[in-house]
Structures are given as structure tokens and as C-alpha cells.
């Protein structure tokens, strides 16, 4: 009997939070082994809903005190299912000046979510069909030309649209 109640609540808080994100239209995650190899492309594919819509698109990354840098580097790439490619070399701050990290979470790894195209104008997937994103790590120490082979302290990347809020 004890055993069905925890199931229960488990359940319960689930659904609590899985209905609570009405914005979501995709949300997924990929793991990063130990290191984050610079030549280790991260792939994700969706078929979005509708054409017209606008939508807010999101990286999304969980990093541990591992990560030693301030910002971090990526070359997203967005292909289209016609042959149109988008590729974004992008900056992002992931602590604050006193050094401590930005992000969401309690534990050591930090939630991050991180405006990829939406946060000025909506994006609108204007064409029907299955679209490929690409995302990898583009970093570099200060002073050198090469990039940084293997990055430590991101566990997860992931790729997040959201419908976008009208005002």
C-alpha cells in the first residue's frame, strides 16, 4: 500500500509538471560524455506543428563547476528541409562576474537556457517538412588559434522551441 502512494505522488508530480509547460512544442536533450569533443556535432530533428506560427527557439545546456570559462562559444547550424542552411556562431555568458554561474539548479550542475532565435523577432518555419539543428562547441583559450579540443563541465546540450507569446 505504502509503495502504490509514492508511485502515486510520483506520478502525479509528472503531470503537474509536464502540463504546466503549455509553451513547450520541443524539448529534448542529448548527454555529453566526459569531455565535449570539439568535433562532436550534436544533432537534433523536428518537424515543427504549422508553417505560420511564431515560435522562440532555445539552447539549452547543464554545466558543472567543471566549466572554467566565463562565456562559452557555439556554431549552431539550422537546416531546413529544402536545403537552406543557417549557421550562427554564437556567445554566451555563463557566470556572472564574481565568477559564479548563471543558470538554474540547487545541485552542482546548472540549468541554462539560452535565446537562439525568437528573442527579437519570432521565428516562423517557413517551410513544411523535418528541419536538422546542429550544435557544437566552439571554444578557444584567449591568445590561440586553436580551438579547445576537449571542453569539460557540459553534461547535457539540448534544443528547445516554444511557442512564442504574443503581446
Known sequence: MQKNKYWFIGLLIVIITVSCDANRVFDE??????????????????????????????????NTEDFK??????IVEL???NGKTLV?????????PDGTFLGTG??????NKLWYKGHKTPFVFNEQGEYTINIQQAMRQNG???????????T?????IEHAQTP
Open 29 to 62: 536533450y542529448k548527454s555529453v560524455p566526459d569531455q565535449w569533443d570539439k568535433n562532436n556535432v550534436i544533432e537534433f530533428k523536428v518537424t515543427p506543428p504549422d508553417s505560420t506560427s511564431n515560435y522562440n527557439l532555445f539552447v539549452n545546456l547543464r
Open 156 to 160: 547535457d546540450v539540448g534544443f528547445r
Open 144 to 154: 590561440s588559434v586553436d580551438g579547445i579540443d576537449k571542453l569539460e563541465g557540459i
Open 106 to 111: 540547487f545541485t552542482d550542475v546548472k540549468e
Open 69 to 74: 570559462y566565463s562565456n562559452l562559444f557555439l
Open 88 to 96: 550562427d556562431t554564437l556567445e554566451y555568458a555563463m557566470t556572472n
Open 79 to 81: 537546416n531546413y528541409p
